[in-house]
């Protein structure tokens, strides 16, 4: 007997067999759960219709989050598929490269603009959309974030104010939703080798920093990430919203 035995849930953030997202899925799935992907656009359709499809899933669409056309077909085709959702995964960011090298000062408008609303605003309209169909039956949204929200960490720049805004907006949608029987939490989790980690300037230094200094001892994988994920979308963290918990090995806790 899985812990989501019947439950339905549409995972963002599915790159390639390292996106945390795809540990997500995998967790879920095992525990029963029924699943639909997204992917970002044309050039990663190849990539995640096969990880979609070993895992039995019938709903695979392209979603820009930043098209809000792209968002409204999603929740139109599950409302059609499944006439209500149980999770939402949201596991996306992006800010452009030129952003993540050198000082925070001079994140151009259009960069900030495109970070916010990637990584952050994106969150607000999946909630939006997906709220309604995830009325009445105790729904649950994750998203990802990271430490730089909270501390200055070298590059990361315009990724931190962007993780601080979704941070932020994590605890404001808890409000709005939580009235209506959905939790909504973030993991906050150490650094992972993925796409999204892959040319970042002193990546493997900070790796080595975690691994040295963290109570663990350790850096932390995909799985850690995932298992949470499962805790925060099924009843065992029914009481639980608004929230951000960290997988990171117990680094955020240290002072010197
Ligand atoms: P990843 O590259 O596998 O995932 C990032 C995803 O964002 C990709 O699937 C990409 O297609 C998607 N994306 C980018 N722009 C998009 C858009 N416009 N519309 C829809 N999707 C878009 O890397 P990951 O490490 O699995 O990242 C997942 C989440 O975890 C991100 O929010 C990231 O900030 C967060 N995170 C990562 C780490 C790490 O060290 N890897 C640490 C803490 C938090
Ligand atoms: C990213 C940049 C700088 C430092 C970083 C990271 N550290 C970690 C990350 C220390 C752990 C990974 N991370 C937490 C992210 O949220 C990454 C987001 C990201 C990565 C890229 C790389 C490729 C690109 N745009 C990106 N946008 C967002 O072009």
Redesign the pocket.
């Known amino acids: 007997m899985g812990l989501l035995n019947g439950r339905k849930g549409v995972i963002f953030g599915v790159a390639n067999e390292k996106s945390i997202a795809w540990a997500i899925a995998q967790i879920l799935r095992k525990e029963g759960m029924e699943l639909a992907f997204t992917y970002a656009g044309e050039a990663l359709e190849s990539r995640v219709v096969p990880l979609a499809e070993s895992v039995g899933s019938k709903i695979i669409m392209p979603c820009d989050v930043t098209k809000d056309e792209e968002i409204e077909a999603v929740f139109k085709r599950i409302r059609e598929e499944w006439g209500g959702l149980d999770a939402l995964v949201h596991s996306l960011?992006?800010?452009?490269?030129e952003?993540?090298?050198g000082e925070f000062m001079n994140t151009s408008r259009e960069g900030f603009r495109i970070?916010m609303d990637?990584?952050a605003f994106s969150l607000v309209a999946l909630a939006k959309a997906a709220s309604p169909l995830m009325e009445g039956r105790n729904g649950a949204f994750v998203t990802?974030?990271?430490?730089?929200a909270e501390k200055v960490?070298?590059?990361?720049?315009v990724?931190g104010v962007a993780?601080a805004a979704l941070e932020a907006s994590v605890k404001y949608l808890s409000a709005d939703l939580g009235p209506k029987g959905i939790r909504i939490n973030t993991i906050s989790?150490?650094?992972?080798r993925?796409?999204?980690?892959?040319?970042?300037?002193?990546?493997k230094q900070?790796l080595d920093v975690v691994e040295a200094k963290s109570p663990l001892r350790r850096n932390v994988t995909q799985e850690d990430v995932a298992k949470t994920a499962l805790y925060l979308l099924s009843e065992l963290s029914s009481g639980v919203t608004g929230e951000t918990i960290y997988v990171d090995s117990g680094f955020n806790i240290m002072g010197l």
Do not use: H, Q, R
């Open positions: 960011a992006f800010a452009k490269k952003e993540l090298k970070a990637v990584s990802l974030s990271y430490y730089g960490i070298a590059n990361y720049n990724m993780k989790a150490g650094p992972v993925t796409l999204a980690a892959m040319g970042i300037t002193g990546f900070i």
